[in-house]
């Protein structure tokens, strides 16, 4: 793991400093996230250490939420990079 992210570095980025995230029918998985900006059941902002991401939908709620994971649940339209 830490070649990789000596790797990642000569790049010139950081390892785990953008929210990745995978969705899914009935919610989405979210990694990486530093803070929750924004929730209702229309729509929840998720910062990382470089940038977010925009997640709106229909029925969201938050799921697990910690240790720089989360998942939100329910009707999920739209995710946009910030």
Not at 60 to 65: E, P, R, V
């Amino acid at each position: 793991m830490r070649f990789l992210a000596e790797i990642v570095k000569a790049l010139g980025a950081e390892a785990g400093s953008e929210v990745q995230y995978t969705v899914a029918a009935g919610g989405g998985y979210f990694q990486n996230v530093r803070r929750l900006d924004a929730f209702s059941d229309a729509l929840v902002v998720f910062r990382g250490k470089k940038g977010g991401v925009r997640v709106e939908g229909k029925g969201l709620s938050l799921g697990k939420y910690g240790g720089g994971d989360a998942s939100v649940r329910g009707e999920i339209f739209k995710v946009e990079r910030l």
